[in-house]
């Protein structure tokens, strides 16, 4: 079953609002989190790492001003769209660092459809 | 080399069951989608599978198989507006998205 919970799944909004997207991991705390951006037919844009009591690492060329992102406890991390605009439409995905003794793993959420309108 | 192999068109009955096969071979995993996209649109997100097993929602359920490299996406009670395209794409060890070429669904009444 799913380990990794993301919500909402769907979110239609007015150019100017915000949006908040909520990662939790369900059955292990997650130190690290990640945020995806990904547009039609291509591959996940990774757009921050997200460390739980820090601040976000954010990768070139991502706005750290307009896409928020807090990881203030072991399971959950959000990212928030602020003054969102149509150009920001797209599908959200993040996904969390399992640690286990000898590996390690990502899993990922289901993702959310942004669209503004 | 890393591929994804999905049948290029099907065509089921209203009311009836189909399933979509997808297999993959990837440099690693680290999961699959299966999304829907009807023509003209973008494609939207109907499933991910990192384990082994069956995840049901609704109609619509996505089966994995890792030893086998294997993915099936089940549509239960075909609606016509379960006509569209369904592509599976798997995740490889850089989490880069390996797209198959789709599945064009037909629906007939």
């Known amino acids: 079953g799913a380990v990794v919970s993301q919500h909402p799944s769907w979110v239609i909004c007015k150019s100017g609002t915000s949006v908040k997207i909520e990662c939790r991991s369900l059955d292990f705390q997650a130190t690290t989190m990640f945020w995806y951006r990904q547009f039609p037919k291509q591959s996940l844009m990774l757009m921050a790492t997200?460390?739980?009591?820090?601040?976000?690492?954010?990768e070139q060329g991502v706005e750290k001003d307009k896409f928020l992102i807090n990881h203030a406890s072991l399971t959950l991390s959000t990212l928030t769209v602020t003054s969102a605009h149509p150009e920001d439409s797209s599908f959200y995905i993040c996904s969390a660092r399992w640690a286990g003794r000898e590996h390690e793993k990502l899993f990922f959420g289901s993702g959310t459809q942004l669209s503004v309108l | 080399g890393q591929n994804i192999d999905q049948p290029t068109e099907m065509t089921a009955t209203e009311g009836a069951i189909v399933q979509i096969n997808c297999t993959y071979q990837?440099?690693?995993?680290?999961?699959l989608f299966w999304y829907q996209q009807h023509a003209g649109e973008a494609p939207t997100f109907l499933s991910y599978n990192v384990l082994d097993g069956l995840e049901e929602k609704g109609r619509f359920s996505s089966f994995l198989s890792r030893s086998k490299g294997y993915s099936y996406l089940l549509l239960k009670e075909l609606q016509m507006k379960d006509s569209a395209s369904y592509l599976c794409a798997a995740i490889d060890s850089n989490y880069q998205l390996i797209w198959g070429a789709g599945t064009k669904l037909i629906i007939k009444p």
């Open positions: 990837t440099s690693g995993f680290n999961g």
């Open positions: 997200s460390n739980e009591g820090s601040k976000a690492t954010y």
